[in-house]
DNA sequence: TCGCTATGTCAACCGCGGTTGACATAGCTC
DNA sequence: GAGCTATGTCAACCGCGGTTGACATAGCGA
């Protein structure tokens, strides 16, 4: 990760007095250290220091840890947007990428570490299920249409993290025949639930 | 919830004094409360209010907090649960289980919702990952049989994984046609991912 | 130049919670 | 009953960390 090129003069030249620099200094820190800590464990003044900044700017600018959280989360979000999958290989196309190594798309993978541990805390639970409906809900329901698409929506979207999980936890990537397997199974199980509600 | 039948009797009559018999309630509330609320959490006071006995035990009988969640971990895998599914309904009866609440507190939800939430603590997770493989991924893997039973054993996890962390994160219980569209669609992936690879 | 305000700094506050040791007492042995 | 030990109770300690408000100052407009 390359963060904080920016942030790096901080010792000899102090940064100019930007609230909106320090505002994304902070808010990169925290996606970072939310994301390798979880919520719990992240500590403000580490976030603060890491982002060049004073523990207090963070209730200054976002208004308190639970608001800091959030606004990482919804920034985290925003990259993931409305992407226009092609109806006819969707569930192969996704199959794949979850059969293949993970290591080139690193942010992503940070990402979605944040959202694992977002949702396995209980302080963050709700506000990761409000993002969720924002963000990924709502445009897996659109893109799907039809009668029941809000439910399948959150059986789509819960296969499809059942997947990151997997790739997050893999030990080896899959080769071969192995790997045939793994995306005609996902593909599939993609697939089921595509299908409109008998 | 029904925990801790043993332990109402504590305002009128205390509990005779017997550290195997404490050592035990404590062990249940450190279960249930590390499941429900995570390492992190999880506060020693309250684990020690709901097994009716002092904070201090916990030292006295554990050491401290991090060999309590050791224990409780080790507690948790001695039961062992080689459920045996019946091929015929386990979609369906998965499905189910992960539509409705009411099975929260049945001791192999709540044991996975301990691992869950114990391998995304960074206090406790290397152990667990491992943990996970090996007390998940195997008897799936088994159960499953057949030629490509390793990888097929990794996508059903997969989507175990995913609704289960969907049902972690919902905010309201499904109900009506949302529920059964929700539990056809879930045992619609489930059963495609059962069929042997074409 | 003179303020005024936005930005940044500092130190204290305060509760939470894990840890600790001193003390009380039940239940047993003699 | 006397005394001993295992068991249970109580209160305090202490650091961590989120929160807060008072203060300093850069940068800009008048």
């Given at each position: 990760?390359?963060?904080?090129?920016?942030?790096?003069?901080?010792?000899s030249?102090?940064?100019?007095?930007?609230?909106?620099?320090?505002?994304?200094?902070?808010?990169?820190?925290?996606?970072?250290?939310?994301?390798?800590?979880?919520?719990?464990?992240?500590?403000?003044?580490?976030?603060?220091?890491?982002?060049?900044?004073?523990?207090?700017?963070?209730?200054?600018?976002?208004?308190?840890?639970?608001?800091?959280?959030?606004?990482?989360?919804?920034?985290?979000?925003?990259?993931?947007?409305?992407?226009?999958?092609?109806?006819?290989?969707?569930?192969?196309?996704?199959?794949?990428?979850?059969?293949?190594?993970?290591?080139v798309?690193?942010?992503?993978?940070?990402?979605?570490?944040?959202?694992?541990?977002?949702?396995?805390?209980?302080?963050?639970?709700?506000?990761l299920?409000?993002?969720?409906?924002?963000?990924?809900?709502?445009?897996?329901?659109?893109?799907?249409?039809?009668?029941?698409?809000?439910?399948?929506?959150?059986?789509?979207?819960?296969?499809?993290?059942?997947?990151?999980?997997?790739?997050?936890i893999?030990?080896?990537?899959?080769?071969?025949?192995?790997?045939?397997?793994?995306?005609?199974?996902?593909?599939?199980?993609?697939?089921?639930?595509?299908?409109?509600?008998?």
């Amino acid at each position: 990760m390359g963060e904080s090129a920016t942030l790096r003069t901080a010792p000899s030249a102090p940064r100019k007095r930007d609230a909106e620099a320090t505002r994304l200094a902070i808010l990169g820190a925290a996606k970072i250290h939310f994301a390798r800590l979880g919520y719990e464990c992240a500590a403000l003044r580490d976030i603060a220091t890491e982002a060049g900044a004073d523990v207090s700017l963070i209730k200054r600018y976002f208004g308190g840890k639970e608001a800091l959280f959030a606004a990482a989360l919804n920034d985290s979000f925003s990259g993931n947007a409305a992407r226009d999958w092609n109806r006819e290989t969707f569930s192969r196309d996704i199959a794949t990428m979850m059969a293949d190594d993970t290591h080139v798309d690193e942010d992503r993978t940070l990402r979605f570490k944040f959202l694992l541990r977002a949702a396995t805390s209980p302080t963050t639970a709700p506000l990761l299920n409000l993002a969720m409906q924002e963000r990924f809900l709502a445009p897996i329901r659109d893109w799907l249409g039809g009668e029941c698409a809000p439910v399948r929506a959150r059986v789509l979207a819960a296969v499809y993290i059942g997947f990151l999980v997997e790739r997050l936890i893999r030990d080896r990537p899959l080769i071969g025949e192995e790997r045939e397997v793994f995306i005609a199974s996902a593909a599939a199980a993609l697939d089921a639930v595509l299908q409109p509600a008998p």
